[in-house]
């Protein structure tokens, strides 16, 4: 089974703190997801990776940063917490897809949910 | 922009009825779709897919069904039990990414809760 694991389930940091996320996969999978899920919202993807060292902007990525050095480890950076960035964090990886338009599944981790007070 | 959304927020069923979760899609040149459960606390845990060369798959108790006529998915939960209780998400693929190739990027619809009554 694919097993996709978070440094921690809940945080509490203060306005200002710089605070790290990570996510570690087990399935050698070239693409990691970092996604933030709020009430009413959804899930809203902030950063993703394709290979070591490449990132590319979400949907949201004002805020945070991310670090992927090897394959398995995709860290979420939030620079300077802020109250806006309590949430449920979600990392997620998948396999690169067998044609151009296909996609495999994401598998998520258990979540962190941050509060920054 | 494209978005993949959910005819009802809310679905209440009783334990051993059949349960059916509604999906639309607006990216007509989507070609994968995922639903999703999610149980209070926990990350989304990956249900059944299917390619848009298909038009029904089948799980255990699951099926899903791919409308592309209407852009429309289903989610259909047989013989409906307590344990089912959770939000399901429908997720479509995305073509995000700069090197013109699929990134396994997909677009998530906001979640359908379904409560089953004992």
């Known amino acids: 089974d694919v097993k996709v694991t978070q440094s921690s389930r809940y945080l509490v940091k203060r306005t200002g703190e710089k605070v790290f996320l990570e996510c570690v996969q087990d399935m050698d999978h070239e693409n990691m997801f970092w996604y933030r899920q709020d009430p009413g919202l959804g899930l809203r993807l902030i950063y993703f990776s394709y290979d070591v060292k490449m990132k590319e902007k979400g949907d949201i990525p004002e805020g945070y940063s991310v670090s992927r050095e090897k394959k398995e480890r995709f860290s979420l950076i939030l620079e300077s917490a802020s109250t806006n960035q309590t949430s449920m964090y979600l990392c997620a990886s998948s396999s690169r897809g067998t044609g151009l338009s296909i996609t495999d599944t994401q598998y998520f981790g258990p979540g962190t949910r941050l509060t920054v007070l | 922009g494209e978005s993949v959304g959910l005819h009802l927020p809310t679905l209440s069923v009783q334990e051993g009825d059949n349960s059916i979760i509604n999906c639309a899609y607006s990216?007509?040149?989507?070609?994968?779709f995922i639903w999703y459960k999610q149980e209070s606390g926990k990350g989304p845990q990956f249900i059944i897919d299917i390619r848009s060369n298909m038009d029904k798959r089948q799980g255990q108790r699951v099926t899903v069904l791919l409308n592309k006529t209407v852009k429309h998915l289903s989610l259909q939960i047989a013989a409906t039990q307590p344990g089912d209780s959770a939000v399901y998400f429908c997720a479509e693929n995305s073509h995000l990414g700069g090197n013109g190739g699929s990134q396994g990027n997909l677009i998530f619809g906001k979640g359908t809760k379904l409560s089953v009554k004992p």
């Open positions: 990216n007509s040149a989507s070609d994968y």
